[in-house]
């Protein structure tokens, strides 16, 4: 018996072939059966004609982060049919955290909501706060670059020393060992913009002991968004990660012609430069 029935929706799988009007079946909180379920009984069952039926959309750039910690139901997006966000965008995250420098990480922060007061001594202790009373959809976190580099150094404005740089890479993997899903970077903003891509190169290839990804709201978007998107690549190339590129989009006139105002056309291009000769 299932528990829930959903009857005569065009259901989209996700895969990308045509809808088709169908039913689904639910037992224990899991899609269970999908076709003619007319003979199957169950718990509850809904007539969901002329609507549509797929599954939940995740948000791939998100800083709920910050906002979930008090907002566990999040309406704002289970309402919009989203099921799953990827936060810690744009280098930054709310851990992890050192004494030394915690007080500048809460400056660093996007919003401090009631009860974030950044005393976890890991990510993994992070996580566990953050999960104590679940939330309303699913959350992949990633670390910022930002917020390891203000754990080993501050916002000081110049390269790490050797001890700095591995201290930020320790974190980077022990967060990845804890259940991080890779590295963001913010390159225009501070301390990330200080950052050389050497330094984000060494800090990204300490989140690939699980298969993580980078992201990277990237370092320009107008005259130097060529170079920008190259140095992305460069950081996925060299530290073997897949790139995601925050914000594509070609700012002002001149960045838009030298695209065809085409994302597709702006990665190929800078593919192309950055493609080993």
């Not at 851990?95 to 996007?110: C, K, Q, S």
């Not at 012609?257 to 493609?275: H, M, P, Q, V, Y």
């Amino acid at each position: 018996m299932l528990d829930l029935k959903i009857e005569g929706a065009t259901v989209l799988d996700g895969t990308g072939a045509q809808g088709n009007r169908t039913d689904v079946g639910v037992r224990d909180e899991t899609i269970v059966a999908v076709g003619d379920l007319s003979r199957e009984h169950a718990g509850t069952t809904l007539n969901a004609s002329g609507k549509v039926l797929a599954p939940g959309f995740i948000d791939m750039h998100s800083h709920s982060d910050w906002r979930l910690w008090a907002n566990r139901r999040a309406e704002s997006k289970i309402r919009q049919g989203v099921t799953t966000e990827v936060v810690g965008n744009c280098g930054f995250s709310p851990a992890p955290v050192t004494p030394a420098f915690r007080e500048d990480l809460r400056g660093f922060a996007l919003y401090v909501p009631p009860g974030m007061d950044f005393t976890w001594p890991s990510f993994g202790a992070y996580l566990r706060a953050f999960d104590a009373d679940g939330t309303a959809l699913n959350v992949v976190h990633l670390v910022g670059h930002g917020t390891l580099r203000i754990a080993a150094m501050g916002f000081a404005r110049r390269a790490p020393t050797a001890a700095e740089l591995a201290t930020m890479q320790r974190l980077m993997a022990a967060a990845v060992d804890d259940g991080a899903w890779g590295v963001s970077t913010g390159l225009i903003y501070a301390p990330g913009s200080y950052a050389t891509t050497e330094e984000i190169v060494e800090v990204a290839r300490a989140a690939v002991r699980q298969r993580g990804f980078y992201a990277s709201h990237i370092r320009g978007e107008g005259a130097t968004l060529l170079d920008a998107v190259r140095e992305a690549i460069r950081v996925g190339r060299e530290a073997d990660l897949p790139v995601q590129i925050s914000h594509v989009k070609a700012a002002g006139s001149p960045a838009r012609c030298s695209t065809g105002g085409n994302s597709s056309t702006l990665i190929d291009r800078a593919a192309a430069i950055a493609s080993p000769r």
